[in-house]
C-alpha cells in the first residue's frame, strides 16, 4: 500500500505561487534558460551578417533597431522621472524615450550609454537586454537578468519579470517625492491617477491626469499661472522636442503601453504558475507510481486560479470607463489600428474607440502574440475555455457584467474568423 501526503499537505502547498526565489529552479530556470524572442532572432541574423545596424551621429543606434525591430516611431512615450537603469541621464529636460509593438519595448536615454529592450518571450516572459551606444563595443544584445529583476521581478510584479509602469510624483530634477507615494498603472488605473512623472501629448476633455506636472511648478512659468497638465499638445515649452525623432509623447500611445505591460505579466504569471503546477504534479507522479500525465484535482485547481486573472484581465474587466473621448497628437493609433488582422466585416481587435473605452471590441490584440501562443496546452485550453463560456453568456457572473450581448457576439465572430488553432467547438 503506497503511503500518500495528507491531503492536507498537498493542498497547502498547491496555494504557495512561484516566487522570485524559484525563477532559476525547474521548470522555469529564467536566468539559464534559453530564449526565443525578436532579440535572440536579430542576434542571430547580426551573427550571420545578414542584417546589419548602423548608427548615427544624432540618435546612435536607436533609429537602426526601430527599424530592425518594426516598431513605429509613433510609438514613442516620454518619461522624465528618475525610474529606470539610466537614471542619472533623466529629468525634464533630458525625458527617456520609450518605444514598443506588440512584444518589444525599447529605452533611450539623451547620450545614455545603452539602449534598453525588453522581450516579451513565449518561454521567459519578459527577458530584458542593452545594447552599448559606443560603436567600438561589440554589437550585441547583452541579457540582463539580476540588476533588472531588482526591480522587474520585485513584490510590485509578484516576484515575475516583467513590466512596471508607474505614476509618480517627480520634482525638477526628475526625482520622485515619496511621501507623495506611487502606482502602477494599467487600464484599471483612474484616469486621474495617471501618467504622474511622464510628458503626456493629447487631449482628454475635462478628464484630468498628472502628466506634464512637476512638483513645486515649472521653473520658466509664473507661481499664480502654472499651465494645465491636461489637453497640452506642443512640449516645446517644456524641453527641446528636436533631440527625440518624434515631438510627441501620445495619449493614446501610453494608455496601450500601459494595457499591454499588465497583460503581458499576466501571461507570465499564468505560464509560470501551469508550469510550475504540472512539474510538481509530474514528480508527485513519478513518487507515487502513477502514470505519466495523471492530473489530480489540486493540479487542476492551480491552473484555473494561475488563468483566470489572464481571462479578466484581456477582456477589460476592470477598464475604467472614458467620461469624453481622447486623442493623441501623432500617428501612433492610425497606425496601430491598420495592422489587424481583420475578419470579413472588416473589424478588427486593434480598432480603437477612444469615447467611452480604449478599443471598440474588448478583447486584447495580445491574445495573436507569440507569448499567449507560447502558453502550455493546459493553460491554453483553460483560457479558450472561460472565453468561450463568457463570449457565448454561459457565464454572466458579475466579473463580465460590462459585456454587452454585441460585444460577446462581435469578439467571438472576430476571434473565429482571425485567430488560428482555435478549440474544435469554437466552430
Given amino acids: 500500500m503506497r503511503t500518500r501526503l495528507p491531503a492536507a499537505v498537498v493542498l497547502l502547498a498547491a496555494a504557495v505561487p512561484v516566487s522570485a526565489a524559484d525563477l532559476d529552479a525547474p521548470p522555469i530556470r529564467y536566468a539559464t534558460a534559453e530564449a526565443d524572442n525578436a532579440v535572440t532572432r536579430l542576434q542571430a541574423e547580426l551573427k550571420a551578417k545578414t542584417t546589419a545596424l548602423q548608427p548615427d551621429g544624432e540618435f546612435g543606434y536607436l533609429k537602426a533597431v526601430l527599424k530592425a525591430f518594426a516598431v513605429p516611431e509613433s510609438s514613442q ?11 542619472s541621464r533623466i529629468g525634464p529636460k533630458t525625458p527617456r524615450a520609450i518605444y514598443f509593438c506588440d512584444d518589444l519595448t525599447v529605452g533611450y536615454c539623451r547620450g545614455g550609454d545603452v539602449i534598453e529592450v525588453t522581450a516579451a518571450d513565449p518561454n521567459l516572459g519578459t527577458v530584458f537586454y542593452t545594447l552599448e551606444q559606443d560603436p567600438a563595443e561589440p ?35 526628475g526625482e520622485l517625492v515619496l511621501s507623495r507615494g506611487s502606482k502602477s498603472v494599467d487600464h484599471s488605473t483612474p484616469f486621474e491617477d495617471r501618467w504622474g512623472g511622464w510628458y503626456v501629448t493629447g487631449t482628454s476633455g475635462k478628464q484630468t491626469h498628472q502628466g506634464n506636472q512637476i512638483v513645486g511648478g515649472w521653473s520658466w512659468a509664473d507661481a499664480d499661472n502654472q499651465p494645465p497638465g491636461e489637453n497640452v499638445t506642443d512640449l516645446k515649452p517644456y524641453f527641446t522636442t528636436a533631440n527625440y525623432p518624434t515631438p510627441h509623447s501620445d495619449l493614446v500611445a501610453l494608455m496601450v503601453l500601459e494595457h499591454q505591460g499588465e497583460a503581458q505579466n499576466r501571461l507570465t504569471r499564468a505560464n509560470f504558475l501551469t508550469g510550475q503546477a504540472l512539474h510538481e504534479q509530474a514528480e508527485l507522479n513519478k513518487a507515487f507510481g502513477d502514470p505519466p500525465g495523471t492530473r489530480g484535482e489540486t493540479t487542476t485547481k492551480r491552473i484555473q486560479w494561475a488563468c483566470e486573472p489572464v481571462v479578466q484581465y484581456l477582456l477589460f474587466c476592470d477598464e475604467v470607463k472614458l467620461t469624453e473621448p481622447v486623442a493623441g497628437t501623432s500617428t501612433f493609433a492610425q497606425e496601430f489600428a491598420a495592422r489587424g488582422p481583420f475578419d470579413f466585416r472588416n473589424r478588427s481587435l486593434r480598432e480603437f474607440d477612444l469615447k467611452t473605452r480604449m478599443f471598440r471590441y474588448p478583447l486584447s490584440y495580445l491574445i495573436y502574440s507569440r507569448q499567449f501562443d507560447g502558453l502550455p496546452p493546459e493553460a491554453k485550453e483553460r483560457i479558450y475555455l472561460r472565453l468561450w463560456e463568457v463570449l457565448t453568456s454561459k457565464d454572466r457572473s458579475k466579473e463580465f457584467e460590462q459585456l454587452s450581448a454585441d460585444d460577446r457576439w462581435a469578439v467571438r465572430e472576430i476571434l473565429r474568423q482571425t485567430k488560428p488553432g482555435l478549440p474544435a467547438y469554437w466552430n
Fill in 77 to 87: 512615450v516620454l518619461v522624465f522621472s528618475k525610474t529606470s537603469l539610466q537614471r
Fill in 139 to 173: 554589437l550585441r544584445f547583452a541579457r540582463q537578468t539580476e540588476s533588472c529583476l531588482i526591480c522587474h521581478g520585485s513584490s510590485r510584479n509578484q516576484g515575475f519579470p516583467g513590466h512596471l509602469v508607474r505614476s509618480v510624483a517627480a520634482d525638477r530634477r
